[in-house]
C-alpha cells in the first residue's frame, strides 16, 4: 500500500526476484512511478478497505508491506491485513519513531523513516530464506537475518541454537538490538540474527523455517 518513492521502488524490486506484486495507492497518477515494464497489479483506493485489499488479491498474499504517507493509515491497514487475513509477513512504515515500540508490541514489525532503506522492508517482507549481513573475508561463515517459523514464538534461543548449532550473536527486538542470553524467549516480531558457517546455511534455513520437532 503506497506508491510513493519508496513503495514503487519496493514494488519494482520484489517483481525483479520473482514475485508477483500487487500495489495499492488512493491517487492513480502514482502509479506512473512504477513505469511501462511493471507486470503486477495497480488497484486505487485505501489499504484498510476491505473490498480493495481482496481486488488486490489480498487471500493469495504471503507478504504486505504499509508504505504509505500516513501513520495512522499504515498501521490500521497492516492490522486489518494482519488479523483479518491473516497474512504473517506484514510491515508498516512509520514516521514517528516514538509510535514504533507500541505498534511493534501489537506483532507488527515496522520501520522508521528515519533508519529507512527499502532493504530493510525486503527483510522483513520476504516469506523464507535469509539475508546476508555480515561474511568473513574467507567466505566460511556469515552472520545472517533468518527467517524463523511463528511456531517458534514461545521458545528460547537455547533452544533455537539447539535445534541449529548455529549461534544467535543478536535480537532486534522493537526497534533495537537485543544480545540474548539462551533463556531469551522468541517473541513474535522479533528478528533472528545468527552466525552460520556456509555449508550448514541451508540446513539452518530449513530448520526454521519449519515448526520444532515434536510439534
Known amino acids: 500500500m503506497g506508491c510513493g518513492r519508496v513503495g514503487s521502488t519496493l514494488a519494482r524490486s520484489l517483481e525483479k526476484r520473482g514475485h508477483t506484486v ?9 502509479f506512473r512511478r512504477l513505469g511501462p515494464d511493471f507486470g503486477g497489479r495497480t488497484v486505487k483506493g485505501v489499504g484498510f478497505d476491505r473490498e480493495v485489499l481482496l481486488e488486490a488479491g489480498i487471500e493469495e498474499a504471503d ?11 499504515n498501521i490500521l491497514a497492516a492490522r486489518v491485513v494482519r488479523e483479518t487475513f491473516a497474512v504473517d509477513n506484514v510491515v508498516a512504515r512509520i514516521y514517528d519513531p516514538g509510535r514504533a515500540e507500541v505498534y511493534e508490541r501489537l506483532g507488527i ?15 522483513r517482507l520476504l516469506p523464507a ?18 527467517h524463523v517459523d511463528r ?6 534461543v537455547g533452544d533455537i541454537e539447539e535445534a541449529t548449532g548455529a549461534r544467535v550473536p543478536f535480537l532486534f527486538r522493537m526497534g533495537s538490538a537485543l544480545v540474548p542470553k539462551d533463556a531469551t524467549i522468541f517473541q513474535d516480531g522479533d ?20 515448526a520444532p520437532k515434536g510439534e
Not at 22 to 30: G, L
Open 22 to 30: 500487487a500495489v495499492i495507492d488512493v491517487n492513480v497518477d502514482a
Open 63 to 73: 507478504g504486505f508491506a504499509a508504505v504509505s504517507s500516513g501513520d495512522n493509515s
Open 109 to 123: 514489525p515496522t520501520v522508521a523513516t528515519v533508519r529507512w532503506t527499502s532493504d530493510q522492508v525486503l527483510r
Open 129 to 146: 530464506g535469509s539475508e546476508p549481513v555480515w561474511r568473513d573475508p574467507s567466505g566460511n561463515v556469515r552472520i545472517i537475518e533468518v
Open 151 to 156: 511456531s517458534w514464538v514461545g521458545r528460547t
Open 191 to 210: 528478528l533472528v540474527y545468527a552466525a552460520v558457517q556456509d555449508a550448514e546455511l541451508a540446513r539452518v534455513e530449513d530448520v526454521l523455517a519449519a
